[in-house]
């Protein structure tokens, strides 16, 4: 017996008492997981190519000789790789469509002696099931907007510590959403884990409860947010913060002062386009003589100006404005909770059934 099949629902709710193995290549992995799993792959990256060049050239008997001459020899480290990795928990396990790779390892590692759940249908299914979940599960979102240096992304932590639900999308994303938003983070993830990643954040939500999210692009860097999500947030209540302009250029100062000059010019020339080429080069001329002020000034006159024409396309929904006089984050976030609760009636709050 290879072990019990479970629908994508059973796999997720049983990860904290159960590992999740993939056993795709670690190229596939790379590409895409479910977030917590780990990958114990049947076959490496090249005996996948060869397999599948098999299969396609020659014919399905062949390419599954072949495939069992690769894992045949490997069979013992599967089980002593997955009781290593497990550490005593029960397991599931999965491939792309569910097939032969799921099948076989699960029934390797159940003679093994471990409990084993299959996952229906694969990471395929995976995909389907989160794509559904972000479109269909709603709940009430608040969008935090303001132009470019309001601190948004400090206020919404802020938020959270006072015991506010919040998506920090630039978190997920590795990146700050703007020409300068990859200096000083990791690299991006794919679109692909971006989306797993994302939803794995929204499903340990209350959907009952607002949820905060900062006013983002479709796109944050090279990765872009599931259209059904998206939709949601261009629809949710918006509240703009209004923080004064020399508060604003501080806070960008004391964000990117620190980072190498020649990678704050290369941000400037990914707007060069938009800025004009005498602001571009007034912006460097700043930066090189240390003022990084009037370099973050002249690039709010871009940031700006494509803010207000983001608003001005929101035309469905609902706008307020948001006055703070200084810059605390902490007093900030509990104002726009009193604020948040004054608008109550023009969020709409969802039922709480489970997804299927």
Known sequence: MAGKIANV?????????????????????????????INL????????????TIYKQQSPELAMLKGLEFAGAKMRWYVEEAQRL?????????????????????????????????????????????????????????????YTGSGKTEIL????????????????AHHKGSAFGALGEVPQPTVEQFENDLFEAYLKLDKTRRIWLEDESKAIGKVYIADGFWQQMLHSPHIKLEIPLHERIQHLVQIYASYPKVNLIESFQK???????????????????????????????????AYDHCLQNKTETSIYSFKAGTFHPEKIAADLITFAHSLDGTLIYYDTTDFH
């Not at 792959?41 to 599948?52: T, Y």
């Not at 386009?273 to 005498?278: D, E, V």
């Open 157 to 172: 932590q802020e938020l959270a510590n006072l015991g506010e639900q919040i998506i920090d999308l630039e978190a997920i």
């Open 271 to 305: 707007i060069k386009k938009r800025l004009g080429g005498l602001h571009l080069n007034i912006a460097i001329e700043a930066l090189e003589r240390n003022d990084y002020a009037e370099a973050a000034r002249i690039g709010l006159l871009y940031y700006d100006k």
């Open 41 to 52: 792959p049947l076959f490496s990256n090249e005996e996948r190519a060869v397999v599948g």
């Open 86 to 146: 497990a550490g005593g928990q029960e397991i599931a396990v999965h491939c792309w469509r569910g097939g032969k790779r799921s099948e076989s390892v699960g029934w390797l590692l159940a003679q093994a002696g471990f409990d084993v759940l299959i996952l229906q249908g694969g990471y395929k299914n995976y995909r389907n099931y989160i794509h559904t979940y972000l479109t269909e599960k709603k709940a009430p979102f608040v969008i935090l907007g303001g």
């Open 9 to 37: 629902s059973e796999i997720l709710q049983s990860r904290k008492s159960r590992t999740i193995f993939d056993v795709r290549t670690p190229a596939e992995f790379a590409q895409g997981h479910i977030p917590q799993a």
